[in-house]
């Protein structure tokens, strides 16, 4: 059914999701696959939000991610393949041979395979002193993994799941039970000592949780450390973008629908419990559940009046904090910039001091060694993006804005130049994204990457699941329990859907 032939103001959903980031994609999915009217607004032209894509002069670059765990073909945490099945439907995948090649101070320079025993060889060859310890540490978050890859994965909160999960696997529930409040740091600093093999740790972790190994749960560790030697990092062919696009046509197929260029400014309450959207043409729609895939800032600071915010979430506030944004260059460059060999993911980073600051860690992917058709022949793509604040970039005229963009987008280039000589010869195009871009096209408060810890916190523990103080409301995507990354959006689609057809009786 098409978008324009719909009333869709006459009608009443069973459920509306606000925006089609992957976390509201599979939510509407799940329930729509589940027989509910699901309707999906979403402020941009396309759905994907960060997994979403763009096209230019030939090339179709990826917003933002593209390292994508969770499409594999066995386990239960393979929750990508299982989303697009739950809607028949599929993307093809192509196999990474290596996760991430890493240029790091002290020349450690190392290639995660996905073999695991090539892994820790590697490792351990730079660190001979600690070849158990490292053993020790990796073998640990196969112990989490194992535990979550055999359970199916939905609500935490829903308590007949849990008790039928308990009996089915006690000892992987009490396993879990055990790592939930842990954190990364904690248990590496049980096995290693080094201090450089530490920090190298904190890399792992802080490349994809954007904080050091002591404050990344130890369950995201056990799920990323050991996935990506399980059902391994898979690119799909034709881009991210594919995994919304196809969620979308799943959607549709059964009987969902979704509406573009339809922001929401409003979630309307009735007796405290949320009852439909309004948008910024004034649009209502009414729905028996409104879910929120927008950052828990802007749903419980701009969706809703913010003298009202619930305590539990000024207290979510007190433990989280938004982290940093990104600055993006998106290149399209000659084949001949790329060695022999090159790599899809590189993380650079010249002194450990600047791991965490703005321009500290740069991260590099080059999806089109995987998938040449996203350019033009002989070209390739490179995304290259480092953590930025937004604050950096306010109160700018615009000469002076484009100006800024222009000098940091050639820092950037003059480092990645060290591993990829000829780059600024070999440039065919560029564009630079700021923290006011993401923030701009992803409707996301200040362009955050997502929540992190203010301080030390444990593990996943003060993470909110799906439900939300406000009746009728939930929400879901990154700032819900698991957190960051579309294999973790995922997840969290998958228990707000199991959250709310238990509360529909579906
Ligand atoms: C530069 C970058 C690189 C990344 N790399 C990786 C990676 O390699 N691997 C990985 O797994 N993850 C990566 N991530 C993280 C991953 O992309 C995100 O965690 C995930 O996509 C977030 O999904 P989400 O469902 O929470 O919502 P989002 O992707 O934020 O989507 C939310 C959607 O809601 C819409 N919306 C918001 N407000 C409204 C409103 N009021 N009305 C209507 N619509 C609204 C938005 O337009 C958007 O489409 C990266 C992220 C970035 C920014």
């Not at 228990?495 to 238990?502: G, L, Q």
Request: with cysteine; net charge neutral; proline share 5%.
């Amino acid at each position: 059914m098409s978008a324009s032939s719909t009333n869709y103001q006459n009608s009443s959903f069973d459920v509306i999701v606000i925006g089609s980031g992957i976390g509201g994609l599979v939510t509407a999915t799940q329930l729509a696959a589940k027989g509910a009217r699901v309707l999906i607004l979403e402020s941009y032209l396309i759905p994907g939000g960060s997994a979403g894509y763009f096209e230019r002069q030939g090339y179709r670059f990826d917003v933002g991610a593209s390292m994508i765990f969770g499409l594999g073909n066995r386990g239960t945490t393979n929750l990508l393949t299982r989303a697009l099945e739950a809607v028949n439907s599929s993307v093809d995948a192509i196999a990474d041979p290596v996760q991430i090649h890493y240029h790091l101070p002290k020349s450690l320079d190392l290639k995660v395979e996905r073999s695991y025993d090539n892994f820790l060889q590697n490792l351990a060859a730079y660190f001979p002193h600690e070849r158990e310890g490292i053993r020790r540490f990796y073998d640990e978050c196969w112990k989490v993994f194992n535990c979550l890859n055999q359970m199916d994965l939905l609500s935490l909160e829903e308590p007949r799941y849990l008790l039928r999960t308990f009996v089915q696997h006690p000892l992987a529930c009490l396993s879990l039970l055990k790592y939930l409040p842990q954190n990364a740091g904690d248990i590496a600093r049980r096995y290693i000592k080094d201090p450089q093999l530490l920090k190298f740790i904190d890399m792992e972790c802080y490349c994809w949780s954007v904080v050091p190994a002591e404050m990344t749960p130890m369950i995201n560790a056990g799920m990323v450390f050991s996935d990506r030697h399980y059902g391994g990092v898979n690119y799909p062919k034709g881009g991210v973008g594919q995994i919304a696009q196809k969620l979308v046509e799943g959607l549709e197929k059964a009987g969902g629908e979704i509406k573009y260029q339809a922001k929401v400014t409003k979630i309307m309450t009735e007796k405290g419990s949320a009852i439909g959207v309004e948008l910024t043409n004034g649009e209502i729609y009414r729905g028996k559940r409104i879910v929120s895939n927008a950052t828990r800032w802007d749903t419980f600071e701009k969706l809703l009046p913010v003298d009202k915010i619930p305590p539990n979430e000024k207290k979510w506030q007190q433990n989280y904090q938004k982290s940093p944004s990104f600055l993006s260059l998106h290149m399209g460059v000659k084949e001949s910039v790329l060695p022999q060999g090159t790599e899809c993911h590189h993380i650079i980073l010249e002194d450990w001091q600047n791991m965490t600051k703005p321009e500290g860690t740069l991260f590099v992917s080059i999806p089109t060694l995987l998938d040449p058709e996203l350019a033009p022949e002989e070209y390739h793509i490179v995304h290259a993006f480092t953590p930025d604040w937004i604050n950096d970039w306010q109160g700018l005229s615009a000469s002076e804005y484009e100006a800024k963009k222009e000098e940091t987008a050639w820092r950037i280039i003059d480092r990645l130049e060290k591993i990829f000589p000829g780059l600024d010869a070999g440039l065919d195009y560029l564009e630079v994204g700021t923290p006011r871009t993401h923030r701009r096209f992803l409707g996301r408060e200040d362009g955050t990457y997502g929540p992190i810890p203010r301080r030390k916190l444990r593990g996943l523990l003060s993470m909110p699941f799906n439900s939300t103080a406000i009746k009728g409301l939930y929400c879901v995507g990154d700032s819900t329990f698991p957190g960051q990354g579309l294999n973790a959006v995922a997840f969290s689609g998958f228990a707000c859907a199991h959250r709310i057809a238990v509360d529909l009786g579906l």
